[in-house]
């Protein structure tokens, strides 16, 4: 069970680093890589086309702008896509949700909050949990310490 880590530009990955260290936390395998929807659409589409065939089961993408990166590899997989709008400069990523989340009825992308990396990090653990014990047994663990931190802090 791998799980693909794209995103648009390397100025991405101080908000997607959290999907890696999550990912990474869990002991899930990662196929990351860096590739703009528009700067190289090629790459992009063999990319997408042969997630599947690399053992990717879920794909999470982060772009910011008009962040077409996850509705395109959408469009190339049928494996699930979870989109990562990130924040812009000039619009404060309100820009980057609306082009992530407004997908047309056919091509879904599950998407996150602005720079919400580690739930879509969280988001595909859940998934593959359904087909893991190992997994969903971790993931209650977290959930539990979690709760747990919320529930013993002292103000
Ligand atoms: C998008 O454009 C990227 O995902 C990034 O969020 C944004 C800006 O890219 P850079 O100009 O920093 O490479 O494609």
């Not at 990912?23 to 589409?45: C, N, T, W, Y």
């Not at 509705?71 to 619009?91: C, D, F, Y």
């Not at 859940?126 to 663990?141: F, G, P, R, T, V």
């Amino acid at each position: 069970m791998k799980v693909g880590v794209i995103m648009g530009s390397t100025s991405d990955l101080p908000v997607m680093q959290a999907a890696l260290d999550t990912l990474e936390q869990f002991g899930v395998e990662v196929d990351k890589r860096v590739i703009s929807a528009h700067r190289a659409p090629h790459a992009l589409m063999e990319w997408a086309e042969s997630a599947q065939q690399r053992g990717i089961s879920i794909i999470i993408a982060g772009a910011g702008g008009a962040a077409h990166l996850a509705g395109v590899i959408a469009g190339l997989t049928q494996l699930p896509v979870i989109g990562v709008p990130i924040r812009s400069k000039t619009l404060d990523g309100l820009d980057s949700l609306l082009s992530i989340v407004q997908m047309p009825a056919g091509i879904p992308v599950a998407t996150v909050a602005v720079d919400g990396a580690k739930n879509a990090a969280l988001l595909a653990i859940e998934i593959l949990a359904l087909h893991s014990n190992e997994l969903a047994k971790q993931l209650s663990d977290f959930r539990r310490q979690q709760t747990e931190k919320v529930l013993n802090t002292v103000i």
